[in-house]
């Protein structure tokens, strides 16, 4: 179940951690993997894993906030690759770290295009870049990585939420739209993860928020995407998937 030989992924915001760790999946499954990241060194590294271990990738540097920047990826992606099946929108901003949140009413109006231009924006761009092929070959799959808190909302990280409700919305309207050309679009909501080397403290803090017991790891994630992707997958669209340790349960 779940082979992946033959389809083409583009995953974006890959270069480290949810990203690398889903590029490298899908990879294992037997797709060949455009793996994009802002920072061309991060997407090439984990472009150079995939192709040592004797699959086919290609490492490519655009900012998915930037239309242009990300047609040309998906022309590198195609010409190098093929035509591009799987669309993973992983790449995304985080909201400010714990010592910093800050209530909404005194955010700076200038900062919330960072988490709208990215998580919100970027998921448009990469959509409006690769669907209309998915339509006109009859299949495809679409993935977004949102956050617990843009299903359910989370204080001082209000623009955040905004941003990541707006792919899910978003996600479900373009479900509909493409389920009748074999496309299938759906949402993964994590909740918190962090390095294992993060700082204990921290991390057992954070972990007591979660029935399982501790904090997320790039590999809860990843199994699900490749579930979504998969061709097993054909009749889950519009929906969003939470993988959060129990965190919310409907
Ligand atoms: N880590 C968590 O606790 C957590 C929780 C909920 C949701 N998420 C979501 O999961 C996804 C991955 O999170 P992560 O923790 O692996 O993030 P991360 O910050 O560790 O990695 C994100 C990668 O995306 C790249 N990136 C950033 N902006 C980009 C842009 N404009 N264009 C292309 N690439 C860009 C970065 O260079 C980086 O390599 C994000 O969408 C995030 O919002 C993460």
């Known amino acids: 179940m779940f082979d992946l030989t033959g389809r083409v992924a583009l995953v ?3 270069g480290q951690n949810v990203g690398a760790e889903i590029a490298l999946t899908l ?3 037997g797709a060949a993997v455009g793996v994009n990241d802002l920072f061309a060194e991060r997407a090439e590294a984990v472009a150079a894993t995939i192709v040592s271990a004797g699959g086919r990738a290609v490492g490519v540097e ?10 040309e990826m998906v022309q590198t ?21 714990e010592w910093d949140l800050i209530p909404f009413h005194e955010t700076a109006p200038a900062s919330w ?11 448009f761009n990469c959509c409006h870049a690769t669907v209309q092929g998915m339509i006109e070959r009859g299949w495809g799959r679409i993935v977004t990585i949102v956050s617990e808190g843009g299903r359910i909302g989370e204080p001082l990280m209000a623009v955040y939420c905004a941003a990541k409700a707006g792919a899910i919305g978003f996600m479900k309207a373009l479900a509909k739209e ?3 050309h074999g496309v299938t679009a759906n949402c993964v909501a994590l909740g918190t993860l962090g390095p294992p080397d993060g700082d204990p403290e921290l991390v057992a803090r954070l972990a007591r928020r979660y029935p399982v017991g501790r904090i997320g790891r790039p590999s809860d994630v990843a199994p699900a995407v490749v579930y979504l ?9 519009g929906q969003t998937l939470p993988v959060s340790g129990g965190y919310t349960t409907s």
């Open 229 to 237: 992707a998969s061709p097993e997958a054909e009749w889950v669209t």
């Open 113 to 123: 295009h960072t988490w709208i231009d990215i998580n919100l924006y970027g998921v």
């Open 178 to 180: 493409v389920a009748p």
């Open 12 to 14: 974006t915001g890959a």
């Open 27 to 29: 990879a294992a499954q």
């Open 62 to 71: 655009a900012d998915v906030a930037d239309l242009e920047d990300v047609r």
């Open 77 to 97: 992606v195609e010409s190098e690759l093929g035509p591009i099946d799987i669309l993973v929108n992983n790449a995304g901003v985080p909201p400010n770290q």
